[in-house]
Antibody, heavy 117, light 107 residues
Framework: EVQLVESGGGLVQPGRSLRLSCAAS????????MSWVRQAPGKGLVWVSR????????LYADSVKGRITISRDNAKNTLYLQMNSLRAEDTAVYYC??????????WGRGTLVTVSS | EIVLTQAPGTLSLSPGERATLSCRAS???????LAWYQQKPGQAPRLLIS???SRATGIPDRFSGSGSGTDFTLTISRLEPEDFAVYYC????????FGQGTKLELK
């Protein structure tokens, strides 16, 4: 069974940093492209970042470029999202998602990041 | 950047009725990379349709997708009580884009 379990969310002050993790199991993690998608409270889905299978290519939404870094450890079956200089508008549930041919076929349950003083 | 516009914003229907949800792209897109998702309150989204018309594993055949170019449609042939949710379309091109969502509510 495919499982994606996010962790690392919480309450953080504006300007601070946070690192999210996503533990993957039940599939060959190392061959899949992975993304993070976020959803602000009561709002729609917004794609944040994508990494290809061997970490040779990373893509970011314009809204987070320069502040967020996606990475992966295929030996540990884990996806990461390093978020720096956090802003109130980064407040959202962050979902770890597996990509298959441009669509997102498996989603974690999400981890809530709240940026507030 | 491609923008996906979903219509209507809210659709009020009854169980047993047919639902037709629209997703319009700001420019022609490849149907190969057009997907639909369902999200229920408090849950993560679930993939329904990929490649504009291929149902994901385990998705009932009352869900169908169609379209090409700039206009895509998700149809639910006969609504079941569990189908009332928010639906999003999504495209992958140079980046990834979601529509703003259509809320399907119980009439």
């Amino acid at each position: 069974e495919v499982q994606l379990v996010e962790s690392g969310g919480g309450l953080v002050q504006p300007g601070r940093s946070l690192r999210l993790s996503c533990a993957a199991s039940g599939f060959s993690f190392s061959i899949y492209w992975m993304s993070w998608v976020r959803q602000a409270p009561g709002k729609g889905l917004v794609w944040v970042s994508r990494i290809n299978s061997d970490d040779g290519d990373r893509l970011y939404a314009d809204s987070v470029k320069g502040r967020i870094t996606i990475s992966r450890d295929n030996a540990k079956n884990t996806l990461y999202l390093q978020m720096n200089s956090l802003r109130a508008e980064d407040t959202a549930v962050y979902y770890c998602v597996r990509e298959y041919w441009g669509s997102f076929d498996f989603w974690g349950r999400g981890t809530l990041v709240t940026v507030s003083s | 950047e491609i923008v996906l516009t979903q219509a209507p914003g809210t659709l009020s229907l009854s169980p047993g009725e047919r639902a037709t949800l629209s997703c319009r792209a700001s420019q022609s897109v490849s149907s190969r990379y057009l997907a639909w998702y369902q999200q229920k309150p408090g849950q993560a989204p679930r993939l329904l349709i990929s490649g504009a018309s291929s149902r994901a594993t385990g998705i009932p055949d009352r869900f169908s997708g169609s379209g090409s170019g700039t206009d895509f449609t998700l149809t639910i042939s006969r609504l079941e009580p569990e189908d009332f949710a928010v639906y999003y379309c999504q495209h992958y091109g140079n980046s990834y884009t979601f529509g703003q969502g259509t809320k399907l509510e119980l009439k």
